[in-house]
């Protein structure tokens, strides 16, 4: 009698749960109208017929087939788990950020709640990601990561205020003449044509800096998302671009609107553009008559270990810029760096991102027809100089894990450059590698000491006054700051107007003055310090 009666018991509890859940699932559909149309249509395409909760217009594609070992979720109950919760959040009128997956096997929570099929034919590259819980991270590249994954903020808008937009933007610049190489820009190869398409929009918008435009497609949120995920992987050079965007989404999941976000550099971007060329081409010059595509790899490889810092409160740390000019950066930075250089060598490397322990970028590259995986950050460690360059993904399946779509970049089973640094190293000294020789100016060079060297932001300030007030009407003067961080700080306080009350207020009353205009150039110098060029006309 005890045991039917806990039976009876139990499932009276059960019942009353189920009716609970029922219930509020019945709520949830009063406050969301669109939610019930979507788990409506979710049943039927399990039903088979095909009907997608975006209409004709936006129907979805088959399931992107996932590599093996991804461990994806299947059946109807996971399904509506996903739609609810997506339900709520796209169907409020309030923005919405999404961030990364962290889904190793390439499929995105997105929209509909999984990664529809957005990319092209034969999209197995062969890689197989390794379980998150395999992944271990050795103690002396810890915290060496830094990566930032692409960054959303989706707000839904009526169909009204969908047509508005459409009369307000234009499609800016459509890109339409634009070609990309699949060999050097995979990502965009990923793509079917209708993303494509939008690809090259997204990257001529960017290049032309034009910050709002209508899609010149129908596409979804999760279509979006991807594709400008593939424009950022494959393009380093779009340094002033941010691994950010902002899109408006009408109630049927079409994307109304697209709003790019870019840094502060394009605010000089000419000038921006020329330190960019400036420090890619002292690496570039020493790399490009070598032999060999391997030399070239591993004299870059080396440069960049010789000039950059590793340094997570670097400004613009998710860019090649960051590293390249500023010499201070995170993996993303690193791995950016790495791709636009090799890449201007005519070697075929791609930005790799994924999971090392926490959000983590590297490379792949191609040499001789084979692909290995480079990790420069993790190789900026002493004693080990190469224990992550030219691996394969055996190598690295207890370290990295790839994600998003860099799963299906092409599996790494090189073995003819790989582990080849040690004999190199020992070798005789005709035949050792390729040293970085830095072309940048030193102090001596340039006629200043270590006694010249502003190493703080007032430092500079008087140091700018002093040099001013014995000035006319037109006055050029350089001085020195310690590090790319300092002129960093000097040049937002230019921005800001701060310099104004930090210098010039007082050389100004002291000059009788009624204003000025200000021109500063920098220069990088070795070991990090940057010589400024001031060129002042008062009036």
């Not at 322990?357 to 900026?380: K, V």
């Not at 092409?410 to 035949?431: F, H, I, R, V, W």
Request: with cysteine; aromatic share 12%.
């Amino acid at each position: 009698m005890r045991i039917k009666m806990k039976f009876l018991k139990g499932l009276l509890y059960s019942i009353l749960i189920l009716l609970s859940l029922i219930s509020l699932f019945i709520i949830i559909c009063a406050f969301q109208p669109n939610l019930s149309d979507k788990v409506a249509g979710l049943f039927q395409n399990k039903l088979g017929n095909g009907t997608s909760p975006y209409g004709e217009d936006m129907a979805q594609e088959d399931m992107l087939p996932m590599p093996e070992g991804s461990g994806a979720a299947d059946g109807i109950a996971d399904s509506i788990a996903d739609s609810i919760a997506d339900g709520i959040a796209v169907g409020s009128d309030d923005a919405a950020v999404h961030g990364g997956t962290g889904n190793a096997t390439g499929s995105d929570n997105g929209e509909n709640g999984t990664l529809e099929n957005l990319l092209g034919e034969d999209i197995n590259s062969g890689y197989v990601p390794p379980e998150r819980e395999a992944v271990n991270v050795p103690e002396s590249v810890t915290g060496r990561g830094g990566y930032t994954p692409v960054q959303e903020v989706a707000e839904q808008i009526d169909e009204e205020e969908a047509k508005e937009l459409q009369k307000k933007y234009t499609y800016g610049e459509t890109g339409e003449d634009l070609s990309f190489d699949t060999e050097y820009y995979p990502y965009y190869g990923m793509l079917p044509e209708k993303l494509q398409s939008l690809y090259r929009q997204i990257y001529a918008n960017a290049m032309a800096v034009n910050g709002i435009f209508n899609p010149i497609e129908k596409v979804n949120q999760t279509e979006l998302r991807h594709t400008f995920m593939a424009v950022f992987n494959d393009h380093p050079e779009l340094f002033w671009l941010d691994s950010a965007y902002r899109a408006k989404f009408a109630r049927n999941g079409e994307c109304a609107e697209i709003a790019l976000e870019f840094n502060y550099l394009v605010d000089n971007l000419d000038e921006a553009k020329g330190e960019f060329q400036s420090g890619a081409e002292s690496i570039l010059s020493g790399a490009r008559n070598l032999g060999s595509d391997y030399e070239k790899e591993l004299y870059v490889h080396n440069a960049l270990l010789d000039r950059i810092t590793y340094d997570m409160g670097a400004p613009l740390n998710q860019s090649a810029y960051s590293a390249l000019v500023g010499g201070r950066t995170v993996c993303a930075g690193y791995a950016r760096s790495f791709q636009y250089l090799m890449t201007e060598l005519g070697i075929p490397c791609y930005y790799c991102t994924g999971y090392a322990g926490e959000s983590h970028a590297w490379n792949i590259i191609r040499l001789d027809g084979e692909y290995y995986n480079a990790d420069a950050t993790w190789d900026d460690t002493n004693p080990d100089k190469y224990g992550y360059f030219n691996k394969t993904d055996s190598e690295f399946s207890t370290t990295h894990r790839r994600e998003d779509l860099s799963v299906y970049l092409p599996a790494c089973n090189g073995t003819k450059y790989s582990n080849l640094e040690d004999s190199t190293q020992e070798s005789s000294p005709e035949q050792a590698q390729p040293q970085y020789v830095d072309e940048r100016r030193s102090l001596n060079e340039i006629g200043f000491s270590e006694k010249d060297v502003l190493r703080s932001l007032q430092e500079y300030y008087d140091d700018c006054y002093r040099q001013l007030t014995t000035a006319g009407d037109f006055i050029e003067f350089v001085n020195i700051v310690d590090s790319e961080d300092l002129w960093m700080e000097c040049y937002r306080a230019y921005e800001s107007d701060n310099y104004s009350f930090g210098y010039m207020d007082r050389v100004l009353e002291e000059l009788g003055a009624g204003g000025c205009e200000v021109d500063v150039e920098a220069e990088s110098l070795q070991d990090g310090r940057v010589l400024l060029y001031h060129t002042i006309t008062f009036f």
